[in-house]
């Protein structure tokens, strides 16, 4: 699986930005698709996370209410809905692909910068 992260830029805080992750290969619905970011001098962190049928999304507590991750398997793509967005929300945003049963990414994205202005 190849994945293409895109839809990243600068927006103000309060501001809403959509982010895309549109997958390559035929098997984009046995996967889950997770949410990742990274920011300046920072460690990656978990930020979303979809299963493979699109049930019961996961979010870390810094991004609840806010964020929303979506899928659609017909059209190999994952999303992630970003309202409210703060400044510390500025990050390079990742997706991941996870095979069913194992516990960390198989395959990464290259990543899409937010920056989100006080």
């Known amino acids: 699986v190849q994945l293409q992260a895109s839809g990243g830029g600068l927006v103000q805080a309060g501001g809403s930005l959509r982010l895309s992750c549109a997958a390559s290969g035929r098997t984009f619905s046995t996967y889950s698709i997770s949410w990742f970011r990274q920011a300046p001098g920072k460690e990656r962190e978990f930020v979303a996370a979809?299963?493979?049928?699109?049930?019961?999304?996961d979010y870390d507590d810094s991004v609840k209410g806010r964020f929303t991750i979506s899928r659609d398997n017909a059209e190999n793509t994952a999303y992630l809905q970003m309202n409210s967005l703060k400044p510390e929300d500025t990050a390079v945003y990742y997706c991941a692909a996870t095979a069913i049963g194992n516990s960390w990414p198989d395959y990464w994205g290259q990543g899409t910068l937010v920056t989100v202005s006080s």
């Open positions: 979809i299963s493979w049928s699109g049930g019961v999304p």
